[in-house]
RNA sequence: GCCGGCGUAGCUCAGUGGUAGAGCAGCGCACUCGUAAUGCGCAGGUCAUCGGUUCGAGUCCGAUCGCCGGCUCCA
């Protein structure tokens, strides 16, 4: 109505625009998941009387309500729950909204004993407020809702967790169970299948499948173990990101893992992050750590040499080695993880450099996802919070041109972003790549970080063309991200079929029967000298099974090779995704897969 | 770190207190085969680890380690 959500019981008191929801559309999905949530907690006050009450939203995919129950809930506990679930929507009971002054609402309350809505009422200040019915259960709710109960029609309740109350980690920790609700059962089966299909692509099922990387329990937590497949693809990565920076004008250089602590003390860090870097090891008269970062590393070297104006931008790059103490329950494959090496750079330069420094950095992240063929991601400007004085340094002039600076850059650049404020570091704002893993979840790949702290913490100077020392600013960026997490994305991203520039084996040779093993060895080692990565199959197996296994292995080219090839010189082409593609000469095949891998195909 | 679930062969999994199983992978033999699974055989396990209950524990209880789903965190 008018463009704002409301009840289709809503009375038309006045001339307005008025639009149906369906559940096709966001807006209609969470009205319909938000109503669900309320089934849901109809469901449990009336099987557990004493549990109580927090929130309970829609989300990106379904619902969830948090519920104080004194104890965990089990898995039959959920089973009953749904089956209480679908009755309740079966009675088709209509839903309606009921105003109520607000200190009538804090005294049902009180007398329930339903201390987290109360908690809520403390932060309204209206003077009355609306609650839901629906059969006898009142849930305290802004709304709107769908119209009756019986428009739910498949439940689905899909796991419960632990949840802080009010996301603090002090206070009580409560019951969440999550759910997920449509109008027709096919779309239950499809949401289904897709969770399945997400597995499939999940990164620790291929990591391992396609023995890329592993993790061993007597070695420790979050620390990866790249194999020779994986390393493979790793040290693809890492060449391709360094000679573009080379290119770009960046120096490489390379710092020790271990480093003071006074380093860290002067740069701040130590203050903010103590509680995530492995503790300090006394030695001699220093207390040294695993580096957590590479910024003052980086800024050690800056300030090897006086610099010049004319010398910036200075920009130092690094596939930095870090390590963090991430808490245990945060680890996931190797989207985090404890070692990591960052494709880390630090730009100095003058503020009359900073706009076109941050536009290089933007221009040279969409030629890398060019490259990569990636178009599925976000941009962020995250700002900082005014009101947030704690974290936040207080010049506030520095962070409304440093700020300002960003917008424009991305306006000039024609980008869309979205601004999330209160995302900045504590020294400055950044710019963040936005992506989705397989299950969801959404993670940074590259950033793009302002500072202009850190050069005033370690008193950064270069001398101006007045002969005067001047203050540098510092750009801290990570295009490719940490190889580790690169490689969890591109996995994800490619589904295990990574594209024959960076296959870990590009070709696989499938002799037909034993007699041809002497041509298909001729075959591998010639492509071998051509710097194709290729694979003899050996086996005293049948074509198809051959076949069958390299398709499995995702390997992009299998050549097969029988009398017709090995009288003829030629090899029989079949592609990963394409299928068999006949026979041609051999030297033709290598100087395609060159061709692809330069085009990086 | 917190809440919950899980841990059996290299992988996927069965095994509800009474002698550890299957498929795939591996190895051997036979077949020498034309584009997603040839057949037969063999081997493979301190049931994550440690402790407890029991005549008897893969199974029940506790602790530890690890993994998974969330919460919190993410320079």
């Given at each position: ?219 420790g937590q979050g620390l ?26 960046y120096l490489h250089v390379y710092a020790p893992d271990l480093a003071s602590v006074q380093l860290y003390k002067i740069s701040g860090h130590w203050d903010y992050f103590r509680e995530a870097m492995y503790p300090p090891m006394k030695v001699d008269n220093d207390e040294l750590v695993l580096k957590p970062m590479n910024c003052p590393h980086h800024i050690m070297i800056y300030k090897q040499d006086?610099r ?6 200075v920009r130092i790059a690094e596939l930095g080695r870090m390590y963090r103490y991430e808490k245990s329950?945060t680890l996931?494959?190797?989207?985090r993880v404890r070692s990591m090496t960052l494709n880390d750079a630090h730009i100095f330069c ?32 995250s700002?900082h919070?005014?009101?947030d004085r704690q974290y936040y340094h207080q010049d506030?002039?520095l962070w409304?041109?440093a ?19 209160g995302g900045a570091n504590f020294y400055g704002p950044k710019?963040d ?11 940074t790949?590259?950033t793009v970080q302002l500072d202009f702290l850190l050069p005033k913490r370690f008193e950064l100077e270069f ?8 203050r540098p600013v510092m750009i801290h960026r990570a295009?490719?991200s940490t190889m580790e997490r ?116």
């Amino acid at each position: 109505m008018d463009g704002e959500l409301r009840d289709l019981a809503t009375k038309l008191d006045r001339d307005a625009r008025v639009e149906p929801l369906t559940f096709e559309q966001p807006e209609g999905r969470e009205v319909y998941w938000h109503s669900s949530a309320h089934l849901l907690a109809q469901a449990v006050k009336q099987l557990f009387p004493e549990a109580k009450l927090a929130i309970g939203p829609p989300i990106d995919d379904g619902f969830y309500y948090d519920i104080d129950l004194g104890r965990p809930f089990a898995p039959e506990d959920l089973e009953k729950i749904e089956g209480r679930m679908r009755e309740l929507a079966a009675r088709d009971q209509p839903i309606e909204r009921v105003e109520v002054p607000r200190d009538e609402a804090i005294r049902t309350y009180k007398e329930m004993g339903e201390k987290y809505k109360l908690e809520l009422l403390e932060g309204i200040p209206d003077p009355r407020v609306s609650f839901y019915r629906q059969d006898g259960f009142m849930d305290m709710c802004r709304g709107p809702h769908l119209p009756r109960t019986g428009l739910i029609k498949t439940i689905k309740l899909l796991s419960t967790s632990g949840a802080y109350w009010r996301g603090d980690e002090h206070r009580e920790m409560l019951q969440r169970i999550y759910g997920i609700s449509f109008p027709r059962q096919e779309q239950l089966d499809e949401f289904l299948r897709q969770l399945e299909e997400a597995k499939r692509r999940d990164h620790r099922r291929l990591g391992k499948d396609l023995k890329l990387f592993a993790f061993a329990e007597e070695l420790g937590q979050g620390l990866p173990l790249w194999l020779p497949r994986g390393a493979t693809v790793r040290r693809l990565l890492e060449n391709y990101i360094v000679n573009l920076e080379l290119q770009h004008g960046y120096l490489h250089v390379y710092a020790p893992d271990l480093a003071s602590v006074q380093l860290y003390k002067i740069s701040g860090h130590w203050d903010y992050f103590r509680e995530a870097m492995y503790p300090p090891m006394k030695v001699d008269n220093d207390e040294l750590v695993l580096k957590p970062m590479n910024c003052p590393h980086h800024i050690m070297i800056y300030k090897q040499d006086q610099r010049s104006y004319r010398d910036l931008p200075v920009r130092i790059a690094e596939l930095g080695r870090m390590y963090r103490y991430e808490k245990s329950g945060t680890l996931t494959g190797l989207h985090r993880v404890r070692s990591m090496t960052l494709n880390d750079a630090h730009i100095f330069c003058r503020q009359d450099q900073v706009k076109e420094e941050f536009a290089a950095v933007v221009r040279l992240i969409q030629q890398v996802y060019q490259d990569f063929r990636i178009t599925d991601y976000r941009l962020d400007l995250s700002l900082h919070d005014p009101k947030d004085r704690q974290y936040y340094h207080q010049d506030e002039e520095l962070w409304m041109t440093a700020e300002g600076l960003l917008h424009e850059v991305l306006r000039e650049l024609g980008l869309t972003y979205n601004a999330v404020v209160g995302g900045a570091n504590f020294y400055g704002p950044k710019l963040d790549v936005q992506v989705r893993t397989a299950t969801g979840k959404e993670e940074t790949l590259s950033t793009v970080q302002l500072d202009f702290l850190l050069p005033k913490r370690f008193e950064l100077e270069f001398i101006g063309e007045d002969g005067k020392s001047h203050r540098p600013v510092m750009i801290h960026r990570a295009i490719i991200s940490t190889m580790e997490r690169m490689m969890a994305f591109l996995i994800e991203y490619y589904a295990g079929d990574f594209p024959v520039w960076l296959a870990p084996e590009q070709v696989r040779v499938l002799p037909i029967a034993d007699r041809h093993l002497d041509y298909a060895r001729n075959v591998r080692d010639r492509l071998t000298a051509a710097a194709v990565r290729v694979e003899l199959d050996t086996s005293n197996e049948r074509i198809s099974y051959k076949v069958r296994r390299a398709q499995v292995d995702h390997v992009p080219y299998m050549l097969v090779v029988g009398d017709k090839e090995a009288s003829s010189g030629q090899v029989a082409v079949r592609s990963r995704g394409a299928g068999d593609l006949g026979p041609i000469p051999l030297e033709t095949f290598a100087a395609r897969i060159m061709e692809e891998v330069a085009a990086k195909q």
